[in-house]
């Protein structure tokens, strides 16, 4: 079956900035998009088509792509974004959709 | 403002079965694509199904494929999951997610833009 792997956890300081990244075999040719899920609520895509910021999202977070790997950067990092954050594509197809296994964003 | 709210959770004894609605509201249903997601206790996000606008094309995840099945009623603007022979690997909370939707002008999608607050499935004897 498809991966798509994110490390299991990423900590930094407030008003550093933070880097998520994830990996699957596809993602050159599938877009990869990521989702912010705090405790107790549904998730909320923060990115999509690897860099696309939706609107109300604010700009200190951004995606970048380069070969297998996307990246979500948090710039600022704020107390706020302590959360679990999820990258998902698709296979080579198209047809399935996969998430990674999420990063749990600690600000210490 | 965009709605989806998702019911029919609940407790379930291994191989039974459960169908879970999604009601949505303030936006044209029919358009959209549609997906399920669910999350066990304590873990990670995984997809489930897709069914398309028209409700001509649906995808299913091996882990629930020729147990669950997807559906859509676009004149009471609802999703559906079909969920047969249940597991205890079943349990967890599931997700509605409105995805995309294609126009004259091509297809729009900004991933998985808007979620039901989820409905909890317990399998157990």
């Known amino acids: 079956s498809y991966e798509v792997t994110q490390p299991p956890s990423v900590s930094v300081s407030p008003g550093q900035t933070a880097r998520i990244t994830c990996s699957a075999d596809?993602?050159?040719?599938?877009?990869a998009y990521w989702y912010q899920q705090k405790p107790g609520q549904a998730p909320v895509v923060v990115i999509y088509?690897?860099?696309e910021r939706p609107s109300g999202i604010p700009e200190r977070f951004s995606g970048s792509s380069s070969g297998t790997t996307v990246t979500l950067t948090i710039s600022g990092v704020q107390a706020e974004d302590e959360a679990d954050y999820y990258c998902?594509?698709?296979?080579?197809?198209?047809?399935?959709?996969?998430f990674g296994g999420g990063t749990k964003l600690t600000v210490l | 403002e965009v709605q989806l709210v998702e019911s029919g959770g609940g407790l379930v004894q291994p191989g039974g079965s459960l169908r879970l609605s999604c009601a949505a509201s303030?936006?044209?249903?029919?358009?959209?694509?549609m997906n399920w997601v669910r999350q066990a206790p304590g873990k990670g996000l995984e997809w489930v199904s897709y069914?398309?606008?028209?409700?001509?094309?649906?995808y299913y995840a091996d882990s629930v494929k020729g147990r669950f099945t997807i559906s859509r009623d676009n004149a009471k603007s609802s999703l559906y999951l079909q969920m047969n022979s249940l597991r205890a690997e079943d349990t967890a909370v599931y997700y509605c997610?409105?995805?995309?939707?294609?126009?004259?002008?091509?297809?729009?999608?900004?991933?998985?833009?808007?979620w039901g607050q989820g409905t909890l499935v317990t399998v157990s004897s």
């Open positions: 997610a409105r995805a995309g939707y294609y126009d004259s002008s091509g297809y729009y999608y900004e991933g998985y833009d808007y």
């Open positions: 303030a936006f044209t249903f029919s358009r959209y694509e």
């Open positions: 069914i398309s606008g028209s409700g001509g094309t649906m």
């Open positions: 596809a993602l050159p040719k599938q877009y």
């Open positions: 088509k690897d860099s």
């Open positions: 998902q594509s698709a296979d080579s197809s198209g047809t399935y959709q996969v």
